[in-house]
């Protein structure tokens, strides 16, 4: 058109639209297609051709039947051998419902090649479902839907067959293009379904092959009555329905049924070439989300078995932990963390970082976390029991390289004292109610598995209420950031005053910022809060070296059962405190101490000089008196063992008070 919007030329797709005599349009004022209020987006667009620049607007045209459509009008400026010559008009108008059909290479194009690859990184089968769903309605038919074998989407396994040998399948997603919800309800998406024998349904699965069928009046009718859906008679009266198997590895997985209304060309030979292009290439895309799926959830089933899904801790504990994979491609990892209660009112805090990422270090991380609560069981100190991972680090080294970091600290709730050791691991921080945070001066140790060095421990002793957070270093380091800024960070989060603070809250607190780094390493973090049992709720007494030890243990155990409130307790405790204190004396000699604790129940214990562990003894006479004194503690008792201490051991047992 002329710098006025006169047409000067046309194409014949133009002809064919625009006027009902190809001969009118020439010299015909382009505005006098424009319906409606439009003038001034037209004029819009000729001043944009007088200044050389591209413009688009949307203007309703009138087509040559009559009919208005709203239609994307773009110029672009043009200079050309005529000298009137000022702009080309491309005109876009939407393809009449009834011709949506008709042109197979426009169906390929918008299908195979437009579309379809931009799904090819999607590795959620829903999400796929969904995608595949969108591509298909409206640009191959009015109506959709994706099934799948139940089988696939749930398990690893292979194709499952219902009782009766028909194929399970459950329906992933559901297109249509005409609003009406009644589509969702008759095909409901996630539902799980047989078809009978003898449709066209079974006949797909069984053969692999594309299945063509019109559904007249009667046959619609006939699929509702069976389903017992009435809106099927209405939704798929006299469509045209076309099965397209979706085969991978010369198995059927399941098949897209694609249905066109009465008011659109039914399905054809070229359809059915262009379907099956389309499910061939979309079973790829497919069974990739579905291996994908398979293996994140294998993977992520590992991780979190292997993570604990409680943490334990004397009454006067409090823990809260958080765990972050390194990224969303790469959910697992080798980080680690536990809590656990030990005896005598005594909790041991670990967080281990394994090098690596995915399967492998996970695998190597349940080794450890088994390990560290075998060892937790023996009651090991934090440096014996590093150097015992280290030994079972060095052992798995033999096959595979492997090496970790580990932080162990044991914390006694009634002294106040805790103990911790470090292999190669960031320091603990802790947190004082009224003072700035520190980091705990742990003498360092080589990392797990790397080489031989002393694992040394050091201990300290903790104000009540304070809180102690260990971490792995993904909290505080990242490729954009040197860990001692992260530990400024972390130090300033949990900064004067934040020991009063809720133990989530600081946990959010440290991870704000983390989530938006692709590149991080694998987080996990423990936070305690230290507190102490009080004072009048554990006493301890030394008894005399001679047989009037027992009678003694006795009375001071039902005194103080009184004194708790307690006394349903105290023919029970008097009984156990009998047998440990007279198995001192004979075993171990010297002057054994009593000590009890009341936390959630009661806690017994006698110390004693001795380091020889106490033995059940099988078999014995059962008028024996002698050997019988553990078989009633491990009958009265919750539980009991031995733990070792500085000075020898500790007998101790657990009774659970009625109503604890």
Known sequence: MDSTGKILQFDRNAAAVLAANPDDLCGTPFGDLIVGNCDLAFQGLLKSVAGGRESSAMLAIETRDGATHDAVVTVHPMKGGEPD????????????????????????RALLEDLLPRLGDTLDLDQLARGLMDIVVPHFCNAAGLLLLDSLVDTDEGPVHSPDGSHLLRRMAVGFDDADQAWDAAFPTGEVLTYPADTPYVQCMETGEPVLARLADDGASRIAEAWHRPPVA???????????????????????????????????????????EFASRAARFIESARRYGRERATALTLQRSMLPTGLSAPAPVEVHHRYLPGSRLIEVGGDWYESIALPGARVALVVGDVAGHGVRAAVTMGRLRTAIHTLAGLDLPPAEALERLDLLMRTLGEREPHFATCAYVVYDAITGRCEAASAGHLPPLLVPPDADATLLDVPPAPPLGVGEGPVVSREFTIDDGALLVLYTDGLVENRGRDIDDGLARLRRTFGRGAAGRPLAELCQASLDGVYDDQHRDDIAMLVARLGRIPADHHVSWELPGDPAAARRARGLVRDRLEQWKMAELSDSAELVASELVTNALRHAGGRPTLRLIRENGLVLEVFDGADGRPRVRRGEDMFTESGRGLHVVGRLARRWGVRRTPAGKAVWCELEAPGW
């Not at 939407?94 to 008709?102: F, N």
């Not at 099965?243 to 098949?255: E, N, Q, T, W």
């Open 234 to 276: 209405e939704l798929l009266k006299g469509a045209s329905m076309l099965l397209l198997p979706i085969v991978s590895d010369g198995a059927v997985l399941g098949f897209f049924v694609c249905t066109r209304n009465v008011a659109h060309r039914p399905f054809d030979a070229y359809d059915i070439d262009i379907g099956m």
């Open 85 to 108: 010559l000022a702009a080309l008009a491309m005109i876009r108008v939407p393809v009449p419902l009834a011709d949506r059909y008709v042109d197979p290479a426009v169906i390929r």
